[in-house]
């Protein structure tokens, strides 16, 4: 049997409580945990595996209705508990299933970190066997949906795949554009970077093209289920929430900091309003030590540090994903076109468990691997998806662990082979060394740059993977830093040319601004890490400043004079700050509405931010024959009807506005409409903010939907290399879901107040930290 495939799907064994510890089924030594006094745990364990154990066990403690909840999405297992509304939602995660050999698969993964995985699966079962055996360990959310929670099994870890950093949207976009003549268009939505000239692939039909070629995706995007109850698992605001994520990260070499040792500083930036997105751990064994914040419910620590090296991350941009148009054959639509011959799809069938409702059986079709999201046999057409997670190798569920099991940068760069994931990974070590490298699986295209979709003939099919080895990275810049925030970054020694990798990337604002900063200081600090993180200095504000009228209209006189003595900081107390806020959808809209024209409007629905001050900037020629004079009229009307907005939402004083009142972090529970949730899980709030998606402290929003923050940085550390102590971290609300445990939201006021804590590292560190400590214990022992 392959090793750790016994991970998973039992819960043979017993499990209960020994004098002073648990005792527990799939433990293979004892571990002794101390918990801090911010609920952190510190894990010392007889084994790397075990130590992965104790933190399933523990992200299962303090986690376990959020593991639980994503891990049936994924899984494709909604209906069975929330009924009929979910089925189509369950049958497009299941498509997205891997459909390949899991032994296969299993077997390719390297030794130590399968087994390593699949203790993370045994820590979770073993706590999910605790709970099992008393209820009352269960938070409130199971007795009052009625539902236990999954067993895991490790199978699942490879068979569950998802769709890959997606721009299929964007493709569907430009072919309707393209058969509309209003290509040109499309730049002023997503700017091409590099600059790029869309072309249409040979042999597509643009005026086949419909938003209906997404077939199940809506399903993912969109609600799958009918109940009110249950709209906050509105999947099409978790995607205008994945729209506007993003992270920092910087690393700084010894010789540009006050101490002589490198520092790392990072803060993913995910949704801020429901659970949190990281859980933090410290573990600990023989040839183990690391630090930090993993996801709940995938194994690792995905930022932190090692005794020898600290790691973070932001998302890079790769393509990975294509739409291809299939011909399916007129007498047999179970056939599809491709190298010139009629190549049968493949059909796999299951049945999906249903609330209340009968179980149906439902049938997916996959063209070489892909899954088929779209089928019209009356055209004879259907639609297929290439995505590299759903390749075989792409087991993104191993690669963080393979990350943590290294000791320095050479074992990093074999572990990024099994990161499928598009990630600046930043590096800085206790020798002194400094490093990024982008990684992920990125395809090679034949014929065509992914930004349409193509036809499914064969003619464009993926000439395999760029190598690791191809991808770029820096060690040790002359420059002594490096910086890294969604947007463009790729070095100029990079052939992009030859090996495009994306042509989407976030505005530049809150890397230039990182720049900015760094490159004023010669002896960084930890202290300027922390304030850096928390900068709110805003870019685009500096440039819309410069464009405010030399004269303004008597209704914008106030608002133009308002900015103009601002700092251009989105402070919490900002009079100005919320001004500008409310000027920004203003001058969007109206910029939106001279230069749009009406039938671009539908696909063009807004302007990039960094496209809409260019515009205004350098005058776009679809301003006019008198551009100054309309982006005047423009500038003059926004302003008058944000300083309107204004006084609706903030009072008739301006002295009075204050950005933070406006700008609040709430954290509910996602169920919390269905009827007892909010009653046991109460509301985090009260919190003011300031920031806004462009500033480094990223506290974004969605204004169509109110102002409160909704996504940003719930974990933020910076890392002192080598005087590991000094490190320090924030996570908002806490480690627990709980209500009932003090780990609920004791991080909620100090995350407000920029407070970081200590990152205990040291076993002297540890020690002094202390609350409680716990034993776990296998039960062979």
């Known amino acids: 049997m392959i090793a750790g495939l016994k991970a998973g799907g039992s819960m043979a064994g017993t499990t209960g409580h020994a004098e002073g510890g648990h005792l527990l089924a799939g433990l293979h030594g004892k571990i002794h945990i101390i918990e801090d006094e911010r609920g952190i745990p510190h894990v010392r364990a007889e084994s790397k595996r075990d130590a992965f154990f104790a933190q399933g ?15 049936r999405q994924q899984l ?45 699966v045994d820590g979770i079962n073993a706590r999910i066997a605790e709970t099992r055996a008393d209820p009352s360990l269960l938070t409130p959310e199971y007795a009052i949906l009625g539902i236990t929670p999954l067993i895991w099994d490790l199978r699942e ?45 040979e042999g597509l039909d643009v005026h086949a093209v419909s938003k209906d070629d997404l077939g199940v995706l809506g399903d993912l995007q969109a609600p799958s ?16 929430d994945l729209a506007n994520q993003g992270s920092n990260a910087w690393t700084v070499a010894g010789s540009h900091t006050a101490t002589g040792r490198p520092i790392l500083a990072n803060d993913p930036h995910l949704s801020i309003g429901g659970f949190s997105p990281r859980h933090v751990v410290h573990l600990t064994a023989p040839g183990l030590d690391v630090m930090g914040a993993g996801y709940p419910g995938l194994p690792g620590i995905m930022q932190g540090h090692t005794d020898r090296f600290a790691f973070g991350r932001t998302n890079f941009h790769i393509d990975q994903t294509d739409l291809y148009i299939l011909d399916t ?8 076109y491709r190298n010139g011959e009629w190549e049968a799809f493949d059909t796999f069938e299951e049945l999906i468990s249903v609330k209340g409702a009968t179980a149906e059986t439902v049938t997916m079709h996959y063209a070489d691997g892909r899954p088929v999201i779209a089928d019209e046999p009356d055209k004879n057409r259907a639609v297929a998806a290439a995505t590299v997670s759903m390749l075989p190798g792409a ?16 074992d990093l760069l074999e572990a990024f082979k099994l990161h499928v994931s598009p990630t600046n990974l930043h590096y800085a070590d206790v020798d002194g060394n400094i490093a990024w490298h982008a990684i992920g699986f990125t395809p090679r295209r034949k014929g065509h740059d992914g930004l349409f979709p193509v036809p499914g003939d064969g003619r464009y099919d993926w000439d395999g993977l760029v190598q690791l080895d191809e991808m770029p990275s820096i060690v040790n810049p002359e420059q002594g830093w490096i910086a890294s925030a969604n947007a463009y970054n790729v070095p100029a020694s990079y052939p992009i040319k030859e090996k495009p990798l994306s042509f989407t990337w976030n505005d530049p604002y809150r890397h230039d601004r990182i720049a900015e900063v760094l490159s004023k200081q010669d002896k960084h600090s930890i202290a300027d890490s922390i304030a850096l993180m928390h900068d709110v200095q805003s870019l ?32 919490t107390d900002s009079a100005a700050a919320l001004l500008y806020e409310m000027f920004l959808p203003e001058i969007r809209r109206a910029l939106h509405q001279a230069i749009i024209p009406q039938a671009a409007q539908e696909l063009v629905p807004t302007i990039n931010l960094s496209v809409m001050l260019d515009v205004l900037t350098n005058l776009d020629p679809r301003l006019g024959d008198q551009p100054a004079a309309k982006r005047d009229e423009l500038m003059n009307r926004a302003l008058a009807a944000a300083w309107a907005k204004a006084f609706e939402l903030a009072g008739d004083d301006p002295k009075k506005w204050r950005w933070g009142d406006l700008h609040r972090v709430e954290i509910t529970h996602p169920l919390a409409p269905v009827s007892g949730i909010a009653e046991t899980f109460p509301a985090i709030d009260g919190g003011r903010s300031g920031g806004d998606a462009t500033t480094v402290m990223a506290r974004g929003l969605r204004a169509q939907h109110g102002w409160d923050v909704r996504h940003g940085a719930s974990f933020l550390f910076a890392a002192d290399v080598g005087d590991w102590d000094r490190s320090r971290f924030l996570l908002l609300p806490g480690q627990s879901i709980d209500p009932a445990s003090p ?7 100090p995350w407000l107040d920029g407070d970081m804590q200590p990152m205990d590292f040291s076993p002297a560190a540890v020690a002094a930290s202390r609350n409680s400590e716990l034993q776990l214990i296998p039960t062979s022992s």
């Open 395 to 410: 087991n993104m569920r191993f690669a963080i662990v393979a990350i943590d099991l290294a000791h320095g940068w050479d």
């Open 76 to 120: 494709g297992r909604m209906a069975e508990v929330f009924g009929p509304a979910f089925l189509a939602g369950d049958r497009a995660a299941r498509l997205f299933h891997y459909r390949g050999d899991v032994n296969a698969e299993l077997a390719g993964i390297p030794d130590e970190v399968r087994e390593c995985v699949g203790g993370y």
């Open 540 to 571: 685009p504000a500096r440039a819309f400043k410069a464009l405010l009228p030399a004269q303004p209209t008597p209704d914008a006189q106030a608002a133009a004079d308002m900015l103009r003595a601002w700092d251009c900081e989105i402070g």
């Open 743 to 749: 780990h609920y939201r004791d991080f909620y006021r």
């Open 329 to 336: 054959k007129p007498d047999d639509p179970g056939r599809y």
């Open 57 to 71: 066990y523990l992200v299962a403690r303090d986690r376990l209705f959020q593991i639980d909840l994503d891990h």
């Open 225 to 240: 289920f009918e109940q009110p109850q249950l709209a906050s698992l509105d999947r099409a605001a978790m995607l205008s």
């Open 157 to 201: 870890l490879v068979t569950i795949r998802g769709l890959a950093t997606s721009n299929v949207d964007d493709e569907i976009r430009r072919a309707m554009l393209a058969a509309r003549d209003l290509l040109e268009y499309d730049n002023y939505l997503e700017p091409l970077r590099p600059a790029h000239t869309l072309t249409v692939p």
